[in-house]
């Protein structure tokens, strides 16, 4: 019911503009040539947010907050303010789980897979080298692999 109420009041005033919600994750996609016209489109949206949370009393984390340029803007825009912090513009972010950089490609998420292939490669170095019955490497195997680190 929350979520159609934002949506509904985003969709009377947006038309160039997406806007995702996952969980309690949420993003906003402004299109535009020009870094000032994106922007003032997330002002716009920040400001329609910050009506929608009061009236709903909730809290946005800032912290967690921020503003990723994508394409050959080289110039970046004006500093975003929330509840009269900046919004730190990145040119590489983590949304889902899924690490998004400015060109849209996927090294960054590919970097970060191969680091988590080796550590778990190092975590179980020492299970494979050893001289243990195969039962007994596989049973720790799976206790290593399934317990997040």
């Not at 912290?63 to 990145?90: C, F, S």
């Not at 889902?96 to 191969?114: A, E, K, Y």
């Not at 170095?125 to 195969?134: D, Y």
Request: net charge positive; charged share 25%.
């Amino acid at each position: 019911m929350t979520f159609l109420t934002l949506r509904g009041q985003f969709q009377e005033s947006e038309d160039d503009g997406m806007l995702a919600f996952y969980a309690d994750d949420s993003a906003y996609f402004a299109l535009s040539c020009r870094t000032d016209l994106i922007a003032r489109k997330v002002r716009r949206v920040f400001n329609l947010l910050l009506k929608w949370l009061d009236r709903w009393r909730m809290a946005v984390n800032i912290g967690k907050t921020a503003a990723l340029l994508t394409g050959r803007q080289r110039k970046r825009p004006t500093q975003l303010r929330l509840r009269g912090q900046d919004v730190e513009w990145k040119s590489c972010m983590r949304y889902l789980g899924i690490h998004i950089d400015r060109s849209l490609r996927t090294i960054p998420q590919v970097n970060n897979m191969v680091q988590q292939n080796r550590a778990g490669r190092t975590k179980l170095r020492p299970i494979l080298t050893s001289r243990l019955p195969t039962r007994i490497m596989l049973a720790l195997y799976i206790i290593v692999i399934s317990v997040p680190a």
